[in-house]
């Protein structure tokens, strides 16, 4: 790889750092680029996962002020993505491809929907758990589940992973966008940790590619949370809402 092209690689993995902690989707911007640059396909898969793990840390860091409080509630849903997490990545080893390629883009359109009327169904689900007894804080009883199964979405393909994390706590859970985010920052770590871990025990890893996508990645994390941090709710709802329909969009095409 030629110095050009490391440098496109470090900014690819600068915006792709951004991308993920404010929304989700990095992946989107990194593995095309590595497969212009004639990486191979599965080689470029497995680093450019391995890469953006650093960026995920380097997302929380920059949330962790928004983490203040939530540590019951991000042990208890780190418990689901981390079995997600693992599921997905061992489904990637034993299906192929095609098995998930129908319901991908039907999952992201859904969760685009999910963000966008958030508030309404949320206020829905709160008058309901109310009645109950009121939310708890980690959320009504479905959101377990729900962040589990993101997590085998996120363990076996991973882009647009936070458009359906943020549609999920958004509805199921009762607190700011902001500190949302934040927890969505941590689920994506665990479900993209375990992933790496999977696929530097079963594939090879082009270390100088997931160097390069770290060392923009951790850059882009810390812009990320610095950008994402100054958006009122409506606008990162927004924001969101446009990551996914350019994820669904790129899917499709």
Request: glycine share 14%.
């Amino acid at each position: 790889m030629s110095p050009v092209e490391s440098l496109l690689v470090v900014l690819a993995g600068v915006a792709a750092g951004t991308i993920n902690t404010v929304v989700g989707s990095g992946t989107l911007i990194t593995f095309p680029t590595l497969l212009a640059f004639g990486v191979p396909p599965v080689t470029a898969n497995v680093s450019n996962t391995v890469g953006l793990v650093p960026g995920s840390v380097s997302g929380v860091v920059g949330y962790r002020r928004e983490l203040a409080g939530q540590r019951s509630r991000v042990l208890r849903l780190g418990s689901a993505s981390l079995l997600g997490g693992i599921v997905g990545a061992l489904l990637l080893l034993w299906l192929p491809s095609s098995a998930f390629d129908a319901i991908v883009p039907v999952l992201i359109a859904l969760g685009v929907v999910l963000v966008l009327l958030g508030p309404r169904i949320q206020r829905s689900v709160a008058a309901r758990a109310e009645r109950r007894g009121g939310i708890p804080d980690h959320g009504v009883w479905w959101v377990w589940p729900a962040v589990a199964l993101t997590g085998v979405y996120g363990g076996y393909f991973g882009a647009a992973q936070g458009v359906l994390l943020m549609a999920v706590l958004g509805i199921g859970v009762a607190d700011a966008m902001q500190r949302h985010t934040a927890t969505k920052n941590v689920l994506a770590l665990v479900v993209n940790a375990v992933a790496a871990v999977v696929f530097i025990g079963v594939a090879d890893v082009d270390w100088t590619v997931a160097g390069l996508i770290a060392a923009g990645s951790v850059v882009g994390g810390q812009l990320g949370a610095t950008v994402g941090r100054r958006l009122p709710p409506p606008l990162l709802r927004g924001v969101i809402a446009v990551v996914g329909v350019v994820a669904l969009v790129l899917l499709l095409a």
